[in-house]
T-cell receptor
Framework: KNQVEQSPQSLIILEGKNCTLQCNYTVSPFSNLRWYKQDTGRGPVSLTIMTFSENTKSNGRYTATLDADTKQSSLHITASQLSDSASYICVVSDRGSTLGRLYFGRGTQLTVWP | EADIYQTPRYLVIGTGKKITLECSQTMGHDKMYWYQQDPGMELHLIHYSYGVNSTEKGDLSSESTVSRIRTEHFPLTLESARPSHTSQYLC??????????????FGPGTRLTVT
């Protein structure tokens, strides 16, 4: 069964600290892995998209890594800000382009305290 | 910021009422989607469309229906709302360009509460 599991379920950190969120998947065949940020009451916004051949991708203070062999990904947030408080969702696609089916994780709820 | 809009943003309605959730995008995307999301849970695909006059049911069974008469518009209708329909509904679109990663852009969502 194709699944995406995220950990931790929730996380509280102090402003300025770093954190790492984890994503394990069993989706096969693998096409790409995406990290989304979803603010409360809003739609998800894409942070990074990585294909099989990419090990790491950065978007400002967000850095995603991918190990396609172990089917694991992580999202590292550097120097956290209050605005980073949100749910971070890992999404895996099983094919590219027109036939891509997306599998969503339940997200990690991150809270950044001042 | 993606140009995809949803209205209303919040809706509280009584059981048995008919409702339509609106979704429109100005990016000229052929593919559009409706997802349902409960708090702390993953998004579930309930409907999608690959173009005008094309609609398909998603993975999660839903009593809602959709239509795609215009490229930019993809409304979702519930003929008779029930408390079990209480949820957040997210609309998304993508270009579906062949050979490229099909990135989906999400609207802000409609929070529906059926009393």
């Amino acid at each position: 069964k194709n699944q995406v599991e995220q950990s931790p379920q929730s996380l509280i950190i102090l402003e300025g600290k770093n954190c790492t969120l984890q994503c394990n998947y069993t989706v096969s065949p693998f096409s790409n892995l995406r990290w989304y940020k979803q603010d409360t009451g809003r739609g998800p916004v894409s942070l990074t998209i990585m294909t099989f051949s990419e090990n790491t991708k950065s978007n400002g203070r967000y850095t995603a890594t991918l190990d396609a062999d172990t089917k694991q990904s992580s999202l590292h947030i550097t120097a956290s800000q209050l605005s980073d408080s949100a749910s971070y969702i890992c999404v895996v696609s099983d094919r590219g382009s027109t036939l891509g089916r997306l599998y969503f994780g339940r997200g990690t709820q991150l809270t950044v305290w001042p | 910021e993606a140009d995809i809009y949803q209205t209303p943003r919040y809706l509280v309605i009584g059981t048995g009422k008919k409702i339509t959730l609106e979704c429109s995008q100005t990016m000229g995307h052929d593919k559009m989607y409706w997802y349902q999301q409960d708090p702390g849970m993953e998004l579930h695909l309930i409907h999608y469309s690959y173009g005008v006059n094309s609609t398909e049911k998603g993975d999660l069974s839903s009593e809602s229906t959709v239509s795609r008469i215009r490229t930019e518009h993809f409304p979702l209708t519930l003929e008779s709302a029930r408390p079990s329909h209480t949820s957040q509904y997210l609309c998304a679109s993508s270009s579906g360009t062949s050979g490229r990663i099909d990135e989906q852009y999400f609207g802000p969502g409609t929070r529906l509460t059926v009393t």
